[in-house]
């Protein structure tokens, strides 16, 4: 009965979303204002309805209610509570119910949020939002219904969820790696409202900026728990692998980010209008891209989940609908996105250019890989792997040149530059240089020529922010902190995130080069030294967990004859799908991972064992972190606050409620 209820609400989800789609248009074009409102209050009905059909489905879990498919192809009554909830997205059709009612609370958070807006703006966006879920919950009621029953003939138990998302990392990082996907919709319907109302100025860009922001800093945090979930889970101690479904949410970052940057310049000089309106589009096409990728069972990865082609065709069909009508209406309003000022060569705003072209070229790169080798199979030319040599070729040097424009841009005039300024730029590059040389040489005794590099740059950029941070505050007549004191909160919230981005190319640089990884054969009594440190298999117990049957090896980790952490990797065998998993076992720190994961179970009691010393690993995602905090205080700027409190200036003619 509570299945058929959460059906029925999705149903109903659909239906308000259909009249959300097109009755607030249509009171838009007719002038009519109450239909213009019903725009608000049917976006917040649709997330109620949504939210009651998650809670069905979760119920069913819980209640090993084996009559639905969906249920049974997923969870078992040996399986955890708290992965039971977890398994309502862990397969295809859960995952597509958590896609839009996410989108639901986007359209919800900008009923609310967006008072001060003119009523006909909020009314264009959120009609948007309501096509788009739209499309998307008639593609789960026609090919992905999670609540469809398989009566009488159903399994007295389930199949279990995957053992590689039994994990927490199943219960945090899919819903806020959604919550950044699906909210570049955001984005995307404030351009497509901006094109149809021919309002394309900057405050359009500041009502737009901080809805983005919200949206990347989702995302980089949730792609920053996949690649932990990658490193301790998969037993590899890799932290990126370029798979595929990888890639699929690391494109609309890279979009995502450029949509940040040229928002920026819309707001503050009001060009780059139809840089921002494509980025826009962009950016929630590569969101689509990646629902298509991942879900039309054309790729193979520990990621994707599999399904029949016909839903991937009707994925593809949403893509192609959504895009090409989006596309449409850019180039019949292409005369609204002329600029409002003008721009030297050497200006800031150049520097953001330039910022653009990098981000979209590295976007390009992902892409092409990504998708290659589904052309060429495609096209029947075989079989073709683009790895990790492609992408690093390719998009490493282009994340140098982004470092290098980075350092320099914060330290640009907005319209105009004197170039000469540049000159005691110099000292920063030869103190950033000496500190790239100098800084591995001392801690390792080398330096290859790729860390005296990324050292070298992540310094010219960490330098450029202080020297920028100083001349901004230092003009100020009451003095330097009260000059700090001065600066505006989006102004800090760049810097941070900037430093954020170089905290994480250290971490990948510096684990690059000189993490060490040994392959052995242990048994109890072996040790084996593998960096600084020395292990010592001490033993093996067994033991039964919920769901499945574990052998866990001890292995002490000393330093110098001092005993630094004890470690307990495991191999599980999870007896409904019988399939064995490794549990990693690691002793995380600052500057260093030590980690170590079981093979496969050898003659004589011994085990193949895999040995790493990591170096500065967890820099990775302490600057993800560092990242979405310099977003959340971009956010909070007081412009943005009182964009949220007080109308706008509008159009004569146009409303404010």
Not at 82 to 95: D, F, L, R, T
Not at 191 to 220: E, H, K, Q, V
Not at 583 to 597: K, N, T
């Amino acid at each position: 009965m509570i299945a058929e209820l959460g059906h029925f609400a999705l149903v109903l989800a659909l239906v308000i979303a259909f009249l959300q789609a097109t009755l607030p248009l249509y009171g838009v074009y007719a002038g009519i204002p109450a239909l213009q409102r019903l725009a608000r209050s049917s976006a917040l009905m649709q997330a109620l309805c949504l939210l009651l059909s998650f809670a069905g489905l979760i119920f069913a879990f819980l209640q090993n209610d084996f009559t639905i498919d969906y249920v049974a192809r997923q969870s078992n009554t040996l399986l955890p509570y708290y992965y039971k909830i977890s398994a309502v997205w862990g397969g295809h059709e859960g995952s597509l119910l958590l896609w839009v009612l996410v989108l639901s609370l986007w359209g919800g958070a900008v009923s609310l949020f967006s008072r001060s807006l003119p009523r006909e703006m909020v009314a264009r966006v959120l009609a948007i939002m309501g096509m788009v879920g739209v499309a998307l919950m008639s593609f789960i009621l026609i090919t992905s219904n999670p609540f469809k029953r398989i009566l009488p003939d159903f399994p007295m138990d389930g199949a279990d969820l995957n053992p590689l998302l039994q994990d927490p990392g199943l219960i945090f990082h899919p819903p806020i790696l959604y919550m950044g996907y699906v909210g570049f919709t955001v984005p995307f319907a404030f351009a497509m409202a901006g094109l149809l109302g021919g309002r394309l100025d900057s405050a359009w860009a500041r009502w737009s900026r901080p809805w983005t922001i919200a949206a990347w800093c989702f995302l980089t945090v949730g792609i920053a728990l996949g690649s932990w979930w990658a490193y301790y889970e998969l037993g590899w101690g890799g932290w990126w692998f370029w798979d595929p479904v990888e890639n699929a949410s690391f494109m609309p970052w890279l979009a995502g980010t450029a949509l940040i940057h040229s928002l920026a310049v819309s707001e503050k000089r009001g060009v780059f209008k139809a840089w921002t309106v494509m980025l826009a589009i962009i950016a929630f096409a590569l969101s689509l891209l990646g629902t298509f990728l991942v879900r039309s069972g054309v790729l193979t990865s520990v990621h994707a989940f599999a399904s029949d082609p016909a839903r991937g065709m009707f994925v593809l069909a949403i893509l192609t609908v959504v895009i090409g009508g989006s596309l449409l209406l850019f180039a019949l309003r292409a005369s609204h996105l002329n600029s409002e000022s003008r721009y030297a060569l050497i200006s800031r705003e150049s520097f953001l250019l330039v910022n653009n072209l990098l981000l979209i070229t590295a976007t390009t790169v992902v892409l092409l890989g990504t998708l290659f080798p589904l052309i060429a199979d495609a096209m029947k030319l075989g079989k073709i792997s683009v790895g990790a040599p492609y992408f690093n070729a390719l998009f490493v040097p282009l994340a140098m040149m982004l470092l290098v424009f980075m350092g320099m841009g914060s330290l640009t005039n907005w319209k105009r530059h004197d170039a000469n300024t540049y000159f005691p730029l110099w000292k920063v590059a030869v103190v950033s240089v000496a500190l790239g040389v100098i800084v591995p040489l001392f801690i390792w005794g080398t330096a290859p020529i790729k860390v005296m590099l990324g050292l070298s740059l992540c310094s010219w950029v960490v330098l450029s922010i202080v020297r920028d941070i100083w001349l901004k505050s230092r003009v100020a007549k009451q003095g330097f902190l009260a000059g700090l004191g001065r600066l505006s909160r989006s102004y800090y919230g760049m810097q941070l995130a900037h430093l954020g981005l170089v905290v994480t190319i250290i971490g990948v640089t510096l684990t690059s080069s000189y993490s060490v990884e040994r392959d052995v054969r242990m048994g109890v009594g072996d040790s084996v030294n593998v960096g600084p440190y020395h292990f010592d298999w001490q033993g093996i117990r067994q033991y039964q967990g919920a769901n499945y049957q574990a052998t866990q090896a001890e292995i002490r980790v000393s330093k110098d004859g001092e005993t630094v952490s004890v470690l307990h990797p495991e191999k599980r065998l999870y007896v409904v799908q019988n399939r064995s998993m490794t549990e990693a076992s690691i002793d995380g720190g600052l500057f260093r991972d030590i980690y170590v994961a079981m093979g496969e179970p050898l003659e004589n009691n011994e085990w193949a064992v895999r040995v790493y010393y990591k170096p500065f690993v967890r820099w990775l995602w302490f600057g993800a972190l560092i990242m979405a905090s310099g977003g959340i205080m971009a956010m909070s700027d007081r412009r943005y606050r009182v964009a949220a409190r007080v109308p706008m200036t509008v159009p004569q003619g146009a409303t404010t409620k």
